[in-house]
Every structure is written in structure tokens, then in C-alpha cells.
């Protein structure tokens, strides 16, 4: 069957437009991925005179440790990932180029500004529309702690997710948002969980208790697995924290760090997140650096200079609370067959009848293993002790004074 001269000519046409029309693009499909909630944090960073900063930080599963946490209302982070190269561990966002606003399944990335200002007695994470000025409130800290990182915990309605691309997951965080469940919610804020007090690996450890009431005071905390890994050494700048923190729960002692980051030691830069701790440390001498001037934050603490740090951590407790430095004792000395001829043989002696601070290795026999390193269990142990000492309500038994001491020959 013959074309006509029409058809041919109408049949060439269109494939010449065929063969020289360009492909359409097709349209990029942003999404979003959830992410759970174990594995992701919003801070609030502490950023001297103008307040804090919004940090999101993602743990890889199976790496080392990106946070810890402790206490409630608020609840403290203890920023892991800036002792060490996060590389492969720790995903972290720190301005709008990393994190956004999506609201009810739409990128509303450019509508809204994230903030973190102050409410009441803590902080509140806010989205203001730049448009209309409206403001929803994302998430808040329960609290206030001063130049600590803090947790936001997000309020009903909201949630982490990340944002894809052509179903390629990318590193930009979404603080999610339903518009329904938000305006359900009202002004219903969310309860901060209390502090895990349970873990999987202390379940036989001789200091299960006084770990649990550690955790439950606040000033030490498990990780993120659950664990609380008592057998690890503490490090000095993890101690200076412990120490910190459980004065931090004495009422009548007022701490003051410093407000501005400083550089207390040549190897403790300012930005360190121990920095104002370790300042406020060796302004107060509760814990002295080295000879050569450093301070060494990741050195394992010996048992004997944990109860050197704790002896003069009592004391500075005892003058803040308007006491004397001198020690007061509620139990008799015990007599440690291995310190006879040790630096810190009267301080641990003195411990020893102060609410049983200094107490024998592994809480038998007569030995005190001075120079092995403290583990996290005993730490946790003697530093609640301590507390009790330094609280009056806890304070048992009959007490008889003891002669302050003074550590020679030994840093602390």
C-alpha cells in the first residue's frame, strides 16, 4: 500500500521532531527518612555572651561513642565526639545547612528560622516563620545548667528525619513536623525520662547500688548501649567532671566556673568541652596539672589519686558551706597493708574512716592497690560516699576529727 506524498511528508516531519526534541528532566523527588531515636540528639551548645548554638549529632551504629548522659531536667551531654576524630563515628550538623523545618511532608526549609532562646527555668528550641513572624515551639531542655550542653527534647508533633534525594539518603536533619498532632497537643509539654539507673553489666558488680545512686544523683552516667562499663578506667578530666557534678547536687554549695572558655593547661585547649571544669579545678586546687605544666585529660587516674582529688574535693565543700576544711570522721581508719611507704599513705588512711571513701580493692582483704587505675565502679562508689559525707541528712555514727593532710611527691 503507497503513501501519499501528505503522509510521507507529514511521517518525516515527525520523526525529525522525535529525533531533535530534547528529553524533559524528570522531577527530583525530595523525601524524608526517619531516624531513631537512640541514634540522634538536638543540643543546645553553650556559645559564651550570645547564649547557645543548635547542634544535631547522629551515632553510627557500632562506633565509638558520639555522647553520654546523665541527670534530668536537664539533662547534661557530655560531648565525646570533641575528644577525639569523629570521622566514622559521629555525624554532626551545626548551622541551617545541615538542619531545617519540614512541616506535614513539605520542605519548608527556607520558611522557618531555628533558634534556641530562653522560657522559664530552662530553654526552648523555636521555629519562627519568616514570613509571618508565628512561632512553634520544637523542643525544650527542662532546665538550666550553666555552660553545660544540654538536651532539647522535642515536643509531641515533632521528630527527627533526614532528608533524601531520588531515595538517596543524605547528611541534612529535618525537625519534622505534624501540623495536627502539634495543634493536638496544645501546650501539653513532654516529661523528660529519668535517668537510667539500670544497666546490662553491673548486674554482678559489688558497687550495683552505689552506681545506681550515682546515676540517680546525677554526677556520673551509663552510655548510650546501656551500658555503664564499670571496669573502665576513669580518665583525670572525666573525674574533674564526676567531681563537679556531684557538688553540683549540694544545695548549699554555690559553684562558679568560668563563663568565658579559657585555656586552663598548655594541652587543654579552650574549646575542650572539660575546658571550664578544669579551670574552675585548678583555680579551687582540687586538682593539680604536672611539673612540666600539662595536664594530661585522658590519663587514667590511680585509685590513690582519686581519693587525693576527693579529700580535697570534702574540703572545699567544707568551706563553701561556711565549715571548716578540717575533716570529720565516722568510722575507724582501716590499716592497708600496701601503703606504708606511698605518697598518699595519710590521705587514704584519713578517707578510709571519712563514710569509708577509701576502702579495700574489690572490698576485701587489707589491700588498697594504691597505683592501679580506678575503675568507673569504685569511682562512682567513693565519690557518692563522699557526698554523703558532705550532706548532713546522710551523715551516720559517731564522728571524731582528723588532722587535714597534704599531698607530697604525687599530681592529683
Given at each position: 500500500?503507497?503513501?501519499?506524498k501528505?503522509?510521507?511528508?507529514?511521517?518525516?516531519?515527525?520523526?525529525?521532531?522525535?529525533?531533535?526534541?530534547?528529553?524533559?528532566?524528570?522531577?527530583?523527588?525530595?523525601?524524608?527518612?526517619?531516624?531513631?531515636?537512640?541514634?540522634?540528639?538536638?543540643?543546645?551548645?553553650?556559645?559564651?555572651?550570645?547564649?547557645?548554638?543548635?547542634?544535631?549529632?547522629?551515632?553510627?551504629?557500632?562506633?565509638?561513642?558520639?555522647?553520654?548522659?546523665?541527670?534530668?531536667?536537664?539533662?547534661?551531654?557530655?560531648?565525646?565526639?570533641?575528644?577525639f576524630?569523629?570521622?566514622?563515628?559521629?555525624?554532626?550538623?551545626?548551622?541551617?545547612?545541615g538542619?531545617?523545618?519540614?512541616?506535614?511532608?513539605?520542605?519548608?526549609?527556607?520558611?522557618?528560622?531555628?533558634?534556641?532562646?530562653?522560657?522559664?527555668?530552662?530553654?526552648?528550641?523555636?521555629?519562627?516563620?519568616?514570613?509571618?513572624?508565628?512561632?512553634?515551639?520544637?523542643g525544650?531542655?527542662?532546665?538550666?545548667?550553666?555552660?553545660?550542653?544540654l538536651?532539647?527534647?522535642?515536643?509531641?508533633?515533632?521528630?527527627?528525619?533526614?532528608?533524601?534525594?531520588?531515595?538517596?539518603?543524605?547528611?541534612?536533619?529535618?525537625?519534622?513536623?505534624?501540623?495536627?498532632?502539634?495543634?493536638?497537643?496544645?501546650?501539653t509539654?513532654?516529661?523528660?525520662?529519668?535517668?537510667?539507673?539500670?544497666?546490662?553489666?553491673?548486674?554482678?558488680?559489688?558497687?550495683?547500688?552505689?552506681?545506681?545512686?550515682?546515676?540517680?544523683?546525677?554526677?556520673?552516667?551509663?552510655?548510650?548501649?546501656?551500658?555503664?562499663?564499670?571496669?573502665e578506667?576513669?580518665?583525670?578530666?572525666?573525674?574533674?567532671?564526676?567531681?563537679?557534678?556531684?557538688?553540683?547536687?549540694?544545695?548549699?554549695?554555690?559553684?562558679?566556673?568560668?563563663?568565658?572558655?579559657?585555656?586552663?593547661?598548655?594541652?587543654?585547649?579552650?574549646?575542650?568541652?572539660?575546658a571550664n571544669?578544669?579551670?574552675?579545678?585548678?583555680?579551687?586546687?582540687?586538682?593539680?596539672?604536672?611539673p612540666?605544666g600539662?595536664?594530661?585529660?585522658?590519663?587514667?587516674?590511680?585509685?590513690?589519686?582519686?581519693?587525693?582529688?576527693?579529700?580535697n574535693?570534702?574540703?572545699?565543700?567544707?568551706?563553701?558551706?561556711?565549715?571548716s576544711?578540717?575533716?570529720?570522721?565516722?568510722?575507724?581508719?582501716v590499716?592497708?597493708?600496701?601503703?606504708?611507704?606511698?605518697?598518699?599513705?595519710q590521705?587514704?588512711?584519713?578517707?578510709?574512716?571519712?563514710?569509708?571513701?577509701?576502702?579495700?580493692?574489690?572490698?576485701?582483704?587489707?589491700?588498697?592497690?594504691?597505683d592501679?587505675?580506678?575503675?568507673?565502679?569504685?569511682?562512682?562508689?567513693?565519690?557518692?560516699?563522699?557526698?554523703?559525707?558532705?550532706?548532713?541528712?546522710?551523715?551516720?555514727?559517731?564522728?571524731?576529727?582528723?588532722?587535714?593532710?597534704?599531698?607530697?611527691?604525687?599530681?592529683?
Open positions: 500500500m503507497k503513501l501519499s501528505k503522509l510521507k511528508l507529514a511521517a518525516i516531519l515527525t520523526t525529525a521532531i522525535a529525533l531533535t526534541t530534547p528529553l524533559l528532566p524528570t522531577v527530583a523527588q525530595v523525601t524524608e527518612e526517619p531516624v531513631p531515636d537512640d541514634q540522634v540528639v538536638a543540643v543546645a551548645v553553650p556559645a559564651g555572651a550570645i547564649g547557645y548554638n543548635l547542634a544535631v549529632v547522629e551515632q553510627i551504629p557500632g562506633q565509638q561513642n558520639c555522647w553520654s548522659e546523665r541527670g534530668s531536667e536537664p539533662t547534661i551531654i557530655n560531648p565525646l565526639w570533641t575528644t576524630d569523629f570521622t566514622g563515628s559521629c555525624r554532626r550538623s551545626t548551622d541551617s545547612n538542619y531545617s523545618v519540614r512541616l506535614d511532608g513539605q520542605d519548608t526549609s527556607l520558611d522557618y528560622l531555628l533558634t534556641i532562646v530562653p522560657q522559664g527555668d530552662g530553654f526552648q528550641l523555636v521555629a519562627q516563620n519568616r514570613n509571618d513572624r508565628s512561632k512553634s515551639v520544637v525544650q531542655t527542662f532546665g538550666q545548667a550553666e555552660g553545660e550542653y538536651k532539647i527534647y522535642l515536643n509531641p508533633g515533632w521528630k527527627f528525619t533526614k532528608k533524601t534525594f531520588d531515595g538517596k539518603v543524605l547528611g541534612h536533619y529535618f525537625f519534622s513536623g505534624n501540623s495536627q498532632a502539634i495543634a493536638a497537643a496544645g501546650d509539654v513532654p516529661t523528660p525520662p529519668a535517668p537510667s539507673a539500670s544497666f546490662s553489666d553491673i548486674s554482678r558488680d559489688i558497687y550495683k547500688d552505689e552506681i545506681e545512686q550515682a546515676v540517680a544523683l546525677g554526677f556520673i552516667a551509663g552510655y548510650k548501649d546501656q551500658t555503664f562499663r564499670p571496669t578506667s576513669l580518665t583525670r578530666e572525666q573525674l574533674v567532671s564526676m567531681a563537679y557534678g556531684a557538688l553540683e547536687t549540694i544545695d548549699s554549695v554555690n559553684l562558679e566556673t568560668p563563663s568565658v572558655p579559657t585555656q586552663p593547661y598548655p594541652d587543654v585547649e579552650s574549646s575542650r568541652w572539660s571544669k578544669i579551670q574552675w579545678a585548678k583555680e579551687n586546687e582540687i586538682v593539680k596539672g604536672y612540666d600539662s595536664f594530661k585529660p585522658d590519663t587514667p587516674v590511680t585509685r590513690a589519686e582519686l581519693i587525693a582529688v576527693l579529700q574535693l570534702a574540703k572545699f565543700a567544707n568551706n563553701k558551706q561556711g565549715q576544711a578540717e575533716l570529720v570522721t565516722n568510722k575507724q581508719p590499716n592497708f597493708s600496701d601503703i606504708a611507704n606511698h605518697w598518699g599513705a590521705t587514704i588512711q584519713t578517707m578510709s574512716a571519712y563514710c569509708g571513701v577509701a576502702s579495700p580493692y574489690q572490698e576485701t582483704g587489707d589491700s588498697f592497690n594504691p592501679t587505675p580506678a575503675q568507673r565502679d569504685y569511682a562512682a562508689a567513693a565519690t557518692l560516699r563522699t557526698h554523703g559525707c558532705l550532706t548532713p541528712t546522710k551523715s551516720t555514727g559517731s564522728t571524731e576529727s582528723t588532722e587535714s593532710t597534704e599531698n607530697t611527691g604525687q599530681n592529683q
